[in-house]
């Protein structure tokens, strides 16, 4: 059963952070719609905008190939995320006891295989919120690899990284393991996305 979760929401607060939920994945849309039927003056401002985002976030700090850039924060308090861990009743069942104890120990290091992806990753977006109240000493050190198309996109790349999130390279995988972070994997990957 669900844990750690607050279920004392109006059903309009529900039903606002659902729609603020799904919202995040607009700005990227819109972006893209200006950009195709926009005259041509604000397609040329709308594409100088993208291009001196993409090469300060993409191009010069490209966080997502060292160690991410989470914020732990928001998270863990961004309004639309726990509002819809409460509609969900999203939690964490019991965890075995092995793993409790090893979580534990000095320098503990884990990979997670996390299932089904979904069509955008609520899942793990939704969960990475409440790791912390079931394995603290990873969840700190936790990373997921993510798509590398998605730090191409202009406002999701700032939530997968605000989420923990790293490329999904084997290069990236492994520096994040030598630094002695643990890893998130979404083993169904693209195909999964699409059947979910």
């Known amino acids: 059963m669900a844990a ?6 109006s059903l309009f607060e529900k039903a606002l952070a659902f729609v603020a939920f799904h919202t995040l994945f607009i700005p990227p849309i819109l972006l893209v719609l200006t950009i195709l039927i926009a005259p041509s003056i604000v397609k040329a401002q709308v594409i100088l905008l993208y291009i001196a985002f993409a090469f300060w976030s993409g191009c010069t700090l490209r966080s997502e190939l060292k160690y991410g850039n989470p914020w732990r924060r928001f998270s ?3 309004p639309p995320f726990r509002t ?11 965890l075995p006891k092995e793993l409790i ?14 299932f089904p992806h ?13 790791m912390h109240t079931v394995l ?3 969840h700190r050190r936790l990373r997921t690899l993510a798509a590398s198309v998605l730090f191409r996109i202009p406002f999701v790349r700032e939530i997968a990284l605000w989420t923990g999130c790293v490329d999904a ?12 972070h643990s890893l998130v994997v979404l083993p169904g990957g693209e195909a999964e996305q699409l059947m979910t």
């Not at 819809?84 to 019991?94: A, H, I």
């Not at 104890?101 to 996390?114: D, H, L, Y």
Request: proline share 3%; aromatic share 10%; with cysteine.
């Open 4 to 9: 750690n979760v607050d279920n004392k929401l």
């Open 76 to 78: 863990e308090d961004f």
């Open 84 to 94: 819809m861990r409460s509609y969900l009743g999203l939690g964490f069942g019991p």
């Open 101 to 114: 104890e090893a979580e534990k120990k000095e320098g503990a290091q884990f990979v997670f295989a996390t």
């Open 118 to 130: 979904g069509c955008g990753s609520e899942f793990r977006i939704l969960m990475e919120g409440i």
């Open 136 to 138: 603290p000493d990873v």
């Open 169 to 180: 390279s084997r290069k990236t995988a492994e520096r994040n393991l030598d630094e002695g």
